[in-house]
């Protein structure tokens, strides 16, 4: 059962209007508060590395967004959904694959690959693009291949910076 199709009630957050990410926990049958704040920004990035821990553990994680909206709380949608629909990922270790035959890559290339890759991620995150299609994983590892540290790094600024304008 993925998260986009459940479609399970989270209870409005305690206290004063602010930026809330609300996760499910299914062996409680409970919401818990995973990120908090009175910007939404760090509450998105948040809720990018912690889709990504649940993702990378083998469950499915089920999110809600609330935030402020004329003095009250309002629960968002997902800015960023899947293009396929399904909400489905591949694992957290299939984005890094290569394809079959090509040339095993030394210990620092595969070190600075991984570097570009987090980079990059985390600017999604920050930008809010939390939930990736396999297409936007291929896109990653394109760039994450064919583009050096720098340019990566202002790619990686453009999109945080896109994303804190929202």
Do not use: C, N
């Amino acid at each position: 059962m993925s998260a986009v199709e459940t479609r399970l009630q989270s209870p409005e957050p305690p206290g004063a209007p602010r930026w809330v990410a609300m996760f499910y926990e299914p062996d409680s049958a409970s919401w818990r508060i995973g990120a908090e704040s009175p910007h939404r920004s760090p509450v998105l990035h948040a809720v990018g590395e912690m889709t990504q821990t649940v993702r990378a553990r083998g469950g499915e994680p089920a999110v809600a967004l609330w935030g402020p909206r004329d003095g009250a709380w309002h629960r968002f949608e997902r800015s960023t959904p899947p293009a396929s629909g399904t909400g489905e990922l591949l694992p957290a270790d299939a984005a890094g694959e290569r394809p079959p035959g090509a040339a095993e890559p030394s210990k620092l290339a595969e070190r600075m690959d991984d570097r570009r890759h987090q980079v990059l991620m985390a600017g999604l995150g920050r930008a809010g693009r939390y939930d990736l299609t396999p297409d936007d994983l291929t896109a990653v590892q394109t760039l994450v291949e064919r583009l050096d540290e720098t340019t990566l790094r202002r790619v990686a600024h453009w999109l945080a910076t896109a994303g804190a304008e929202e």
